[in-house]
């Protein structure tokens, strides 16, 4: 989902992110400048951005800003897509920093080019590591299909962290087939720890057996997760095409009714304004699904005055700014029908989530005026949620 959020650095020419990324930290005025160029040059075509890229894994991680520079281009480097990339992807993985091996192992899976034999037992050795290193190095082994991490990556499916074992099932799954593994990854995705429900999301992304789609959709994670892998299971070569298997079970993912969520009770809380903010701006998406569905529940005129109050507090916080226009649209309130609008037209790429619910809500409030904007936004988009929800909001509103 980085794409999404090129916007905000597309004003940086490529000359001066490139000389940005060769100058000294110490030289800068605003040495945060340094990494948002390596962002900015993964966004880029050009042979020498690449270069540039490329010759930025050896920046000396010594300076904390060159560390996080260095994470920054493993990470763009992925982005690119260039498997001239790759020694230099390799080398990071004998970095100690584990940050770097990790956005090195997710770049090395996201270009996807073949591997010598010599790549693969680099793979393998990346096994022997931290829990969070092994997670990734497995996932890059799923994601490339390698057969050769069979033997080591089983040893792993019943490891005590969970996020191991949920990765070396999806891999056991993607590669050989071996779906019946996937139960426990069914069952965490209504665990009441937030990382363990979000893993359980991208690892049966991973497995790509579209079979469990019906349960990952009502996991309590963010909807932009459930989508990206949701996304990934129906429509894995990107086509664009979704069988209408699939359909429905997409459209009410991307509807994002918390009524139609796997809930605790405890997550779900009175109904005071000021008891759905709160948890509104809990870090947990279950907590702020269950303040949403509380506000569901209010009576209308309750409702209304609580939406107008939690806007005026919070509206800019992307949380709150989702949940409250998924709301508008899922109760037809009318009487908000602006909040619908003005979250349609935002552009800012930390609500293009509320971008998909003002989408969704203008078929619910039969917001006809907002056509031309719904059909520039599916022409434009990049991102397939937003993009796909667009198009069958259109499709059911003409």
Not at 14 to 22: R, S, T
Not at 27 to 32: G, I, Q, T, W
Not at 330 to 347: D, G, I, P, Y
Request: proline share 5%; with cysteine.
């Amino acid at each position: 989902m980085a794409e999404r959020f090129d916007i905000l650095f597309e004003g940086m020419p490529e000359d001066k992110a490139l000389l940005l990324l060769q100058t000294d930290p110490d030289d800068l005025a605003n040495p945060v400048d340094k990494y948002m160029a390596a962002t900015r040059l993964a966004a880029c075509q050009s042979d020498r951005s690449l270069q540039g890229l490329i010759d930025a894994v050896q920046l000396d991680p010594e300076n904390l800003i060159n560390r996080i520079t260095r994470r920054k281009v493993l990470e763009a480097l992925g982005r690119r897509k260039n498997e001239q990339a790759l020694p230099s992807l390799f080398s990071a993985l004998l970095f100690d920093d584990e940050p770097s091996v990790v956005n090195a192992l997710d770049s090395i899976a996201q270009i996807g080019s073949p591997l010598t034999d010599r790549q693969s037992d680099q793979l393998l050795d990346a096994l022997e590591s931290s829990d969070t290193q092994k997670r990734s190095a497995i996932q890059a082994h799923t994601r490339l299909k390698l057969p050769t991490g069979q033997k080591a990556i089983a040893a792993f499916e019943q490891d005590e962290n969970p996020l191991v074992a949920g990765a070396a099932r999806a891999y056991a799954a993607n590669v050989f087939g071996q779906v019946e593994k996937l139960a426990p990854l069914i069952t965490q995705l209504t665990d009441p720890i937030a990382g363990r429900r979000r893993s359980a999301v991208i690892d049966l992304g991973d497995a790509g057996d579209a079979s469990i789609l019906q349960h990952l959709i009502a996991s309590p994670v963010s909807m932009p997760l459930r989508a990206k892998s949701a996304f990934q299971l129906v429509d894995p070569k990107k086509s664009g095409e979704i069988p209408e298997t699939y359909v429905t079970l997409l459209e009410q993912l991307l509807r994002d009714d918390p009524s139609t969520l796997a809930l605790q009770h405890e997550w779900i809380c009175d109904g005071e304004a000021i008891e759905i903010e709160k948890n509104l701006q809990h870090r947990d998406e279950g907590k702020q699904y269950g303040g949403a569905l509380s506000l569901l529940r209010m009576p209308k005129h309750q409702q209304l005055d609580a939406i107008e109050q939690i806007r005026a507090k919070y509206w800019s916080d992307y949380g709150a700014n989702y949940l409250l226009t998924s709301v508008v649209g899922l109760q037809q309130l009318h009487e908000q029908s602006n909040l619908v609008r003005t979250a349609l037209a935002e552009t800012l790429p930390q609500y293009a989530k509320s971008r998909v619910a003002a989408a969704w809500g203008c078929l619910r409030l039969g917001l006809t005026d907002q056509t031309e904007l719904l059909k520039e936004i599916s022409n434009e988009s990049q991102w397939t949620p937003l993009k796909w929800s667009c198009e069958r909001v259109l499709k059911q509103l003409s």
